[in-house]
């Protein structure tokens, strides 16, 4: 296989942006077809316009779009890096970031820009470990809360109500079923087996100790055959986690003491 290039790290970035914001992010990117689209980030990036696709196919199954992308194939650990990296960052900062890799060589070159470029090269370089990867945690999740979806249609479980989604509102939970006494607040994770352990984001642990009573935990084991659920109401309360912390991308802003003098 051919070693990365910063080219095609940074278009990994762009690929990743695409995949998962899908229809956001080709408006954003202001081309008529999703090829133009393609075309003008490999020149702006010196990459086959068809790199940039088959990028974008790699992270598709992780996201919700129409397209299933490589399903079949584990992602590799450099993909699975800029997904560790990015995963937190909403539509409009990693629109900004992507318009500064394409748009602006001093963005491209600065120090903290190449220093995610270094990780995502030096990792390409290591074996893929799918089972432990963000990536793998995000398609597992995936099918969970698909599942959940209906489940709570057939069911009414765990609370019985109006169920509305809430993952792409960053809210630090999947979904809320409102009736007309009381919200619940509901957060699905999901195991390929019938055992392991799961992962809960700073917000999400966070959030489930404010909401405390009205928060649970929906469960769903056993994915890949015969799929299982349980529920874990109030989980700060109940359950003694163990903190982790791992590199990601967050923004700040840095106003030079020269302008406030």
Same mark, same amino acid.
């Given at each position: 296989?051919?070693?990365?290039?910063?080219?095609?790290?940074?278009?990994?970035?762009?690929?990743?942006?695409?995949? +998962?914001? %899908?229809?956001?992010?080709? @408006?954003?990117?202001?081309?008529?077809?999703?090829?133009?689209?393609?075309?003008?980030?490999?020149?702006?990036?010196?990459?086959?316009?068809?790199?940039?696709?088959?990028?974008?196919?790699?992270?598709?199954?992780?996201?919700?779009?129409? +397209?299933?992308?490589?399903?079949?194939?584990?992602?590799?650990?450099?993909?699975?890096?800029?997904?560790?990296? &990015?995963?937190?960052?909403? @539509?409009?900062?990693?629109?900004?970031?992507?318009?500064?890799?394409?748009? %602006?060589?001093?963005?491209?070159?600065?120090?903290?820009?190449?220093?995610?470029?270094? @990780?995502?090269?030096?990792? %390409?370089?290591?074996?893929?470990?799918?089972?432990?990867? #963000?990536?793998?945690?995000?398609?597992?999740?995936?099918?969970?809360? %698909?599942?959940?979806?209906?489940?709570?249609?057939?069911?009414?479980?765990?609370?019985?109500?109006?169920?509305?989604? +809430?993952?792409?509102?960053?809210?630090?939970?999947? &979904?809320? /079923?409102?009736?007309?006494?009381?919200?619940?607040?509901?957060?699905?994770?999901?195991?390929? @087996?019938?055992?392991?352990?799961?992962?809960?984001?700073?917000?999400?642990? +966070?959030?489930?100790?404010?909401?405390?009573?009205?928060?649970?935990?929906?469960?769903?084991?056993?994915?890949?055959?015969? #799929?299982?659920?349980?529920?874990?109401?109030? #989980?700060?309360?109940?359950?003694? #986690?163990?903190?982790?912390?791992?590199?990601? /991308?967050?923004?700040?802003?840095?106003?030079?003491?020269?302008?406030?003098?």
């Amino acid at each position: 296989m051919k070693a990365m290039d910063d080219c095609n790290a940074l278009a990994l970035v762009v690929a990743y942006y695409i995949s +998962r914001f %899908d229809a956001a992010a080709y @408006e954003r990117l202001g081309r008529n077809t999703k090829k133009s689209a393609h075309r003008a980030v490999g020149q702006a990036l010196g990459v086959k316009a068809s790199t940039v696709k088959n990028m974008r196919d790699e992270f598709d199954p992780l996201h919700d779009n129409p +397209r299933k992308g490589w399903h079949k194939r584990d992602l590799r650990p450099s993909r699975q890096k800029i997904v560790e990296m &990015f995963g937190e960052m909403d @539509e409009e900062g990693l629109y900004d970031v992507v318009r500064g890799i394409l748009q %602006d060589p001093t963005f491209r070159d600065a120090d903290d820009v190449q220093e995610v470029v270094r @990780e995502v090269i030096e990792t %390409d370089k290591k074996p893929v470990r799918e089972s432990a990867s #963000p990536a793998s945690r995000m398609k597992t999740g995936r099918m969970a809360e %698909d599942f959940f979806i209906d489940f709570h249609a057939e069911t009414n479980r765990p609370a019985p109500g109006l169920l509305h989604d +809430r993952r792409y509102h960053a809210c630090g939970y999947d &979904f809320e /079923i409102q009736d007309s006494s009381a919200t619940t607040f509901v957060e699905v994770k999901g195991m390929a @087996e019938q055992s392991g352990g799961i992962l809960f984001t700073d917000k999400e642990w +966070r959030v489930a100790s404010q909401k405390s009573g009205a928060y649970v935990v929906a469960l769903v084991r056993n994915l890949v055959a015969t #799929p299982d659920v349980s529920f874990i109401w109030n #989980p700060t309360a109940s359950l003694e #986690p163990k903190q982790r912390l791992y590199t990601t /991308i967050r923004r700040s802003w840095t106003v030079p003491g020269a302008q406030l003098s």
